[in-house]
């Protein structure tokens, strides 16, 4: 089955603590990027892949890193949390063409930071 | 630049219509209609590039004025299924360079 996974689903954490969202899919999608989702802001892109090695920043990067060492890999790391990166993540993927194709949308990563 | 989206809610009876609109102030390449059901990932509704095309899907269907650089989506004999938030995504160029960037969302709340 097509599909784009996140792990974990939720996560608590405190202030300052390293944490890692990975995400995985597997339709040898060239095309991956972190979106993050607070009430009233809609879906903000954070980074995104163009394809393995080629990562570039989003809308709102700040606090954020990310790596694609493999095609079907694209890991958000947080070295140092902080109470206002609370929020609903999304990874998703697609093909990248000669433009946009269908984006799949992984199941969502709710993360509180306390 | 986050397109615009409008209404950002609206609430309808089943079987009554309803527009979603989705304006950018620059030039797009093409525009991406999902919807969300609420604790859900986001869904993919449909894809237009521009040229004007207006596509569709069962009842609901859109369209895309270059110009204007705006989308609009309908939804036709609204379902209690179709209630969810809805975003538009809107893409600069075409080889996905600068990533696709989504408008807030519009809820849609179909009451039997």
């Known amino acids: 089955e097509a599909q784009v996974t996140q792990n974990p689903r939720y996560l608590i954490t405190v202030t300052g603590k390293k944490l890692t969202v990975t995400c995985s899919q597997n339709?040898?999608?060239?095309?991956m990027s972190w979106y993050r989702q607070d009430p009233g802001l809609g879906l903000r892109q954070i980074y995104y892949s163009m394809n393995v090695e080629v990562t570039d920043k989003g809308d709102v990067p700040e606090g954020y890193k990310v790596s694609r060492k493999e095609k079907r890999n694209f890991p958000l790391i947080l070295e140092s949390p902080s109470p206002n990166q609370t929020s609903l993540y999304f990874c998703?993927?697609?093909?990248?063409?000669?433009?946009?194709?269908?984006?799949?949308f992984g199941q969502g990563t709710r993360l509180t930071v306390v | 630049q986050q397109p615009v989206q409008s209404p950002q809610a609206v609430i309808l009876r089943e079987g009554e219509d309803a527009v979603i609109n989705c304006s950018s102030s620059?030039?797009?390449?093409?525009v991406h209609w999902y919807r969300q059901k609420h604790g859900e990932a986001p869904v993919f509704l449909m894809i237009?590039?521009?040229?004007?095309e207006q596509k569709g899907h069962e009842k609901i269907s859109a369209s895309f004025n270059e110009k204007k650089q705006q989308s609009s989506l309908y939804l036709t004999a609204s379902q209690l299924s179709y209630s969810g938030t809805y975003f538009c995504?809107?893409?600069?160029?075409?080889?996905?360079?600068?990533?696709?960037?989504f408008g807030k969302g519009t809820h849609l709340i179909i009451q039997p």
């Open positions: 620059k030039a797009l390449y093409s």
């Open positions: 237009l590039l521009k040229g004007g």
């Open positions: 998703a993927s697609s093909l990248s063409r000669g433009g946009f194709t269908e984006a799949f």
């Open positions: 339709m040898n999608h060239e095309y």
């Open positions: 995504g809107t893409e600069r160029s075409g080889g996905g360079a600068d990533g696709l960037t």
